[in-house]
């Protein structure tokens, strides 16, 4: 099986997005993973079609898009504000033909921030899991997308057993493992 490797664009950050275009080409890549700071995710519309006329003048894909929303902030209107965006994203990207986005949904920091392992999803709360989960329903972002493809996890006839937020049980018991390490 062929396996895709994809350059993301953060690697060519400090120079324009035809350069990480030209760069992903000549070193034989499948294509691009453009990151947010070759494009404003506010203006997704016309920063997409921009993105994408240049990949295609150098003939090079754009193969997924980064995405971040802070959906697990206190202020729950920027939370929510954070979850509309994306799915404007979402959007604009399943209209263009890109059918992977990949990003996060925050980054909390405890008392060590140099600590990785003390810090994002190891000091999250059952609440933030919970405004997380509520924003981020996968089923209304495929339907966003204008597509529900597949089985999703807690669909009646997914293979797993349904959970009510969507598959954060192992980051609740990563982070569980976290809290009992000395």
Do not use: W
Request: hydrophobic letters at 35%.
């Amino acid at each position: 099986p062929r396996m895709d490797i994809y350059l993301h664009s953060y690697t060519f950050r400090d120079y324009p997005l035809e350069e990480a275009l030209r760069a992903a080409r000549r070193f034989g890549y499948s294509g691009l993973e453009l990151h947010q700071i070759h494009f404003n995710p506010s203006y997704v519309e016309e920063e997409l079609d921009r993105c994408q006329k240049a990949a295609q003048t150098l003939g090079v894909t754009i193969a997924c898009v980064d995405f971040k929303a802070d959906l697990i902030q206190t202020d729950a209107s920027a939370a929510s504000e954070a979850a509309n965006l994306l799915k404007r994203n979402i959007q604009a990207c399943a209209r263009r033909g890109i059918r992977r986005m990949n990003g996060f949904t925050g980054f909390l920091v405890g008392p060590q921030p140099g600590d990785f392992a003390r810090n994002g999803s190891a000091i999250a709360t059952e609440t933030q899991y919970a405004r997380c989960a509520d924003l981020l329903d996968r089923r209304a972002f495929e339907r966003a997308a204008g597509r529900v493809r597949g089985r999703l996890p807690g669909d009646r006839r997914s293979r797993r057993p349904p959970d009510k937020l969507g598959g954060l049980e192992r980051f609740r018991e990563r982070r569980r493992a976290y809290r009992q390490d000395p």
